[in-house]
């Protein structure tokens, strides 16, 4: 037997063997998330009494796992998980260096219209609100009329 006789050896060993599984399982498949990495760990690999979750996974590789990156995949809403200086970290890397070089506004990426765009977007949406009033002031005049002359016809009868 080794000699592993100590307090909390047996987490940190277990610690380690999912440490180092993990980052195999990123190596050979960049790009993946983290509930990709828990249905190979448990299925593929045997690791059902470790209790792995996809939230356990996402927290336990920023803190642990060193050499993975993840980056976020908006299409699907979900990090994605790959080893740090792979192909695909790097090109993450330059689409957000190129994002960040264009994002002129602070909430918006699109580039700033200038006022006479801005004093023509606020021409149009003036109109369009007159509109809709001057369409719900019509209609509640009409509901008005309407409850007048049942009112009206209520005390006839």
């Given at each position: 037997m080794a000699s592993n006789n100590g307090i909390g050896?047996?987490?940190?060993?277990?610690?380690e063997r999912v440490r180092k599984e993990i980052f195999s399982f990123v190596s050979q498949q960049p790009?993946?998330?983290?509930?990709a990495i828990v249905s190979h760990l448990t299925n593929d690999?045997?690791?059902r009494n470790h209790g792995l979750t996809p939230r356990k996974v996402g927290f336990f590789i920023p803190r642990y796992c060193t050499g993975i990156t993840w980056f976020q995949d908006h299409a699907a809403g979900r990090?994605?998980?790959t080893p740090i200086g792979s192909p695909l970290a790097k090109r993450q890397e330059e689409k957000i260096h190129k994002y960040a070089?264009?994002?002129?506004?602070?909430?918006?990426?699109?580039?700033?219209?200038g006022l006479t765009g801005l004093a023509s977007r606020a021409c149009v949406a003036r109109k369009e609100m007159e509109k809709l009033a001057s369409t719900t002031n019509r209609a509640a005049s009409m509901a008005k009329?309407?409850?007048r002359a049942s009112a009206m016809a209520g005390s006839k009868n």
């Open positions: 050896s047996q987490k940190e060993a277990r610690r790009g993946c998330s983290a509930q690999r045997g690791m990090r994605v998980y070089k264009t994002r002129t506004g602070t909430h918006t990426p699109k580039p700033m219209t009329n309407s409850s």
